[in-house]
């Protein structure tokens, strides 16, 4: 049984996802509103967040951006206005792990939720992955069971898909992963529209990069068929 928090003003709406998500089994914990979030989340462990980004007060992005700082593991899905496309851009930059936009299809938020909570504790292969390039001795070292990672002594903040693309890509050190593997991996279930699933992924080769930026590795574009981790010298 996984421990859910779904955050959403709209009272109607979170009745109606407490009571499904506890019909589908899971431990179901609902909040109102940013502040009432922030402290359940500071007493209790949740597997997952559920968060609407319309809030009162806190907005859910502040609130995101809140939970980012302090559970970095955390599978988050953020609900958006149909038109927000400039909130599910600035989500998934702010580290949520997927988005719906209202309204939504009761079934898809399972399968979207199932899916992130499922990569969440897969235990896909054994130990860590470590890379480290040539002109630097910060090794980046992934954890193959946890959404965790290394540079040197110091921890990555990563949302599980950083890390699982992450993961990928260092596995793969040297060779060029494609798009497919990547949303395959994420196994997003539905798959995402194609256009959509691209952005969203360059989004997230942009933060990687961000995050490798001292690391002497570098997440090179493969001409359309994907993305190449290598080290800066070669
Ligand atoms: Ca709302």
Redesign the pocket.
Known sequence: MSSLLII???EL?RDGLCAQLAQAGHGVTSAPDGETAQTLLQSQRFDGVVL?????KIS?MEVLRWVRKRLPALPVLI?TARDGIDDRVQGLNAGADDYLTKPFDMAELQARLGSLLRRSRLPAFGGSLELASNNTSRYLRVDAHLPQAWLGDEELELTQREWALLQLLVTHAGRVVSREDVLETWQTDPVEPGAMASNALEVYIHRLRRKLADSGLNIRNGRGLGYMMETAST
Do not use: A, I, K, S
């Open positions: 959403e003003d709209d709406l609407d980004l319309g809030l009162p859910g609900l």
